[in-house]
């Protein structure tokens, strides 16, 4: 076992490990050894397990681009420069081992590294009995603040990028393509493609994020979980609610060709469904025209879809939702959700 591991540590090492910003002491080592140049440092970790948060038969490439930009998006989300990542492999058994499956994931995994200038700089690699399962810390610098989830305020505009609900009608279409529970999805090939891109491959809002925080922006976080879910962090922690109306959440031109205005695809894709690694950032009206050209920049589009209004003690639910000039229930399901 030992030669193995140490196989698939090189291999990685060879493919990844390269000389990165701060780096004194990469893989190779007890631990890494990493210069911050003076600044503070901002450090995440998602988990990913198969059959949970991928199928097991994903390709590797695919899965090496995602789990590292889902942990990019969180840095994103606090206004982070990332510069560092750990990867904590637990592997099952492969009859024909893992040379190409790293292979190929790591090409999946250079190919975003490379976009956000991250570096390797160390992990753990286990065998396992249980499913396969990836664990990475993502580790970024702050040149000035961050943006935080507790810091709406009444009033501030409630913004999103790129556009929600691709990646949940993707994942539908998966399911029942398997044979397993889901919504169909009646699209051409096309706009098929374009969704299944999106939940294969997200981008994390790198630059605009950084851009919105220098211009001011103090309250942010990423939606990976479903926009209502997600928003109800940010309301939760800033201890405030808000009114969101639904026919403003920006929807792709395919999603638009899925949902055709029904109310219940609405519901379940954009406005619950996860994976949009999208930001859902609050800031005050002052800012929006600022936002608006720093987005233009990035070539991203923002859409401001709501406002935070202030505390409601009576008020038996933290979002105010309509749709078309009516006031809406909301879903019971609001997002995804672990069970434990
Ligand atoms: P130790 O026995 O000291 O914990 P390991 O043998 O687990 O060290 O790891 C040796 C080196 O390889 C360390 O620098 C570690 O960070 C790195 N490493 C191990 N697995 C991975 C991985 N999956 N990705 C990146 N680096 C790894
Ligand atoms: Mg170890």
């Known amino acids: 076992m ?8 090189k291999q990685l090492q060879q493919a990844l490990g390269h000389a990165g910003r701060g780096v004194r002491l990469g893989i190779g080592d007890d631990a890494a ?3 911050t140049e003076g600044r503070t440092l901002v450090s995440s970790m ?18 090496g681009w995602k789990a590292l930009a889902v942990n990019l998006s969180d840095l994103a989300a606090m206004g982070a420069i990332p510069r560092w990542c750990l990867l904590s492999l637990a592997l099952p058994p492969l009859a024909e081992g893992y040379g190409q499956w790293l292979q190929d994931f790591a090409a999946g995994w250079r190919a975003m590294a490379e976009r956000a200038d991250v ?16 664990s990475i810390t993502a580790l970024g610098v702050v040149e000035q603040g961050v943006m935080r989830r507790d810091a709406a305020r009444v009033g501030d505009q409630i913004w999103v990028t790129g556009t929600l609900g691709d990646a949940a009608a993707a994942l539908d279409r998966a399911f029942v393509s398997r044979g397993l529970p889901g919504w169909g999805v009646d699209c051409s090939e096309a706009n098929a493609w374009f969704l299944e891109n999106r939940r294969l491959r997200p981008q994390p809002r790198l630059d605009f994020a950084r851009a919105a925080q220098a211009a001011g922006v103090a309250c942010a976080l990423d939606c990976s979980d479903g926009f209502l879910a997600d928003l109800g962090h940010i309301l939760q922690a ?17 999603l638009r060709e899925c949902t055709d ?9 954009p406005l619950t469904g996860g994976d949009d690694y999208e930001l859902i950032f609050c ?11 720093l987005a233009e920049n990035c070539a991203l589009p923002v859409t401001s879809v709501g406002e935070v209004l202030p505390a409601d003690p009576h008020a038996a639910e933290d979002v105010d939702l309509y749709w078309q000039g009516q006031s809406l229930a909301l879903p019971m399901n609001r997002g995804h959700q672990h069970v434990f």
């Open 283 to 293: 800031a005050p009206p002052a800012l929006s025209l600022i936002l608006m050209e």
């Open 46 to 63: 998602d988990t990913l397990v198969a059959g949970r948060h991928f199928f097991a038969d994903v390709h590797p490439a695919d899965l």
């Open 238 to 254: 800033s201890g405030l609610r808000a009114r969101i109306d639904l026919e403003h959440l920006p929807l792709s031109s395919a």
């Open 261 to 269: 205005g029904d109310l219940q695809r609405l519901l379940r894709w």
């Open 119 to 134: 570096a390797l700089v160390g992990g753990d690699t286990v065998a396992t009995d249980g499913p396969l399962t990836l």
């Open 2 to 9: 030992a030669n193995a591991e140490f196989a698939l540590i």
């Open 33 to 35: 050894w990493l210069d």
